[in-house]
């Protein structure tokens, strides 16, 4: 099933993360930023004199760019998003969803979700039982969203309770997203999707023995217009921080 010529050609669709330059951004804050070190003499810029280029940077990985997130986002306990990702090679669905828009919003829905699915219902009873991702691609689709700006002025779309509670009852274990949140961005602290996602009681921040320990959402993503919807082999990058959340390069693979 798995063309082993397609693991030539993977698929990236993170965005990448340029430091002191133009970049994505979700709530206004401090952008990602980058400076070479100094200690003594030494300084870590080879232009500068520098034997090497060395650099502290300073980011947050919820608003700068792809990151990958467990459950430790919304419990006391930390909980890191290293400890929580078992799965290398998973199976996923890529669908582009046109969130309806209710005059001022734009709400991606179980409809819009369980239709742009079905062609790839076969796909997903043989492989999506045990570990699986789905990956949304929201419509409009372009390059704006490598440095789009998200904030008051500029809500992005949001999933519906459903379409979470659609997500979860499927069995997929990883979602990937090209907005800041799977919740509305502004949602008083709620994060009631996020906590349908993991299985936590709404406003606790404790995880409970129903809890979906080792499924992940990562956030931010950028999948270009070139790459088709489908099914693909998902491979989630991540740095292995012990954090609830790692900036991240998911690669996707075309199963033949
Ligand atoms: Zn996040």
Not at 9 to 30: K, R, T
Not at 78 to 105: H, N, Q, W, Y
Not at 204 to 215: C, H, Q, W
Request: with cysteine; hydrophobic share 35%; net charge negative.
């Amino acid at each position: 099933m798995i063309d082993l010529e397609n693991l030539n050609d993977p698929i990236d669709i993170s965005i990448p993360l340029s430091f002191n330059g133009p970049q994505p951004n979700a709530y206004g804050v401090e952008p990602a930023k980058s400076k070479a070190c100094e200690a003594g003499d030494i300084v870590g810029d080879t232009r500068r004199g520098g034997s090497v280029n060395f650099e502290q940077y300073t980011f947050i990985t919820h608003c700068n760019g792809t990151h990958t997130e467990c459950v430790g986002h919304i419990t006391n306990e930390r909980i890191s998003v290293t400890d929580c990702l078992k799965d290398v090679f998973i199976p996923a669905v890529l669908v582009s969803v046109e969130p309806e828009s209710t005059g001022s919003e734009y709400l991606i829905t179980a409809d819009l979700l369980q239709t742009s699915f079905m062609p790839h219902a076969a796909f997903a009873s043989a492989t999506l039982a045990v570990q699986s991702g789905l990956i949304v691609r929201t419509l409009p689709n372009d390059d704006s969203k490598l440095t789009r700006q998200y904030g008051e002025g500029n809500i992005p779309p949001y999933f519906t309770t459903d379409a979470i509670e659609w997500i979860v009852g499927s069995g997929l274990r990883h979602l990937l997203v090209d907005m800041p949140s799977i919740d509305r961005i502004y949602d008083e602290g709620r994060l009631s999707n996020h906590r349908i996602f993991w299985n936590v009681e709404q406003g606790s921040f404790e995880i409970n023995s129903a809890t979906r320990i080792n499924s992940t959402i990562t956030e931010l993503i950028y999948v270009p217009n070139s790459v088709r919807d489908g099914e693909y082999l998902l491979n989630l990058q991540i740095a292995p921080f012990e954090a609830d959340a790692s900036p991240g390069r998911p690669v996707i693979f075309k199963i033949a």
